[in-house]
């Protein structure tokens, strides 16, 4: 059981964390200029920012365990995301151009969860998904759950082999523990996120490499937090949330509540944050997000609010 103080402290983290990305938002940060060429071929260009919100913030609509504030904040956003993204329009445009990417599922995904949705986008998938080339497009794969989970929260047509995905990540081999590094710490945590879809389904987790995280995400928390790496440290408190029981105890959460300021933002690292606000909210915003969705899968772990949708 989560005991009361990590409750505690993760709601506030994650509520003042929300908060930031509302007002940052609200204050034009994130925003497309109307005088901006979108690159329809950089994945990073306006795409990346504004889906992480919409992560986070249908996250907290999903499982209702924030106060009707948060809840507000939580709406705007993707209200906010969603005209930016012209409704989804700028995701079709990207789709239909760029065949084999997936991001713009796995961004619309967010959106879909929440209630928003673009048929002639999921039209349009549905047919990729009956290209060859689509299926033998050579990704990672912590990538391929990602899709697939994305398709299952849609609700498009899919039988993925759960167990064959899983065991093709890197977590599914269970690793000498002490060989993982940066890179592997995020595809631990990606692979989790979407085996369980985020935590609505802690049994999506086979057996072994749940057995794996309880021994060893305690120690990695204890590493990560000792060299302040904050946004893997946040990534690995939602692997916490998302496995069932928490492994972990109260440290990765007061390291976090200890180095966020005031105002919300939380450093993805020890290094100075910028004051510029624009270069503030693009180093920092995703571990924002991630606080954000740490806290939230945390509460709804914790009041049994968490259910499977689709």
Known sequence: MTDTLVLATAQRLASRALGWLHTSHRNGLGRIPDDIVIDLADPNDVYKPLGEVALAASLVLRDGVTGPADSRAAQELLDHAWAQLREGDLLYERQLRHLTMTDPL?????????????????????????????????????????VANARRIVGLGHRPDWSALAAGTWLGATPEPWTVNWMTGYQVTHTVFHLTDWGARPDGLPAPMLDYLRDWLPVWLDIWAEIGQWDLVAELLVVDACIGEPATGRQGWEALATVQREDGLLPRDTDPVDEDPERAFRDHEHTAVVAVVAGDITLARALGATTAAG
């Open 106 to 146: 796995e961004t619309y995904a967010h959106f879909a969860r929440a209630g928003y949705r673009h048929p002639a986008l999921e039209e349009l998938l549905d047919s990729l998904s009956r290209l060859r080339s689509v299926h033998a497009a050579e990704v990672q794969p912590n990538r391929r759950l990602a």
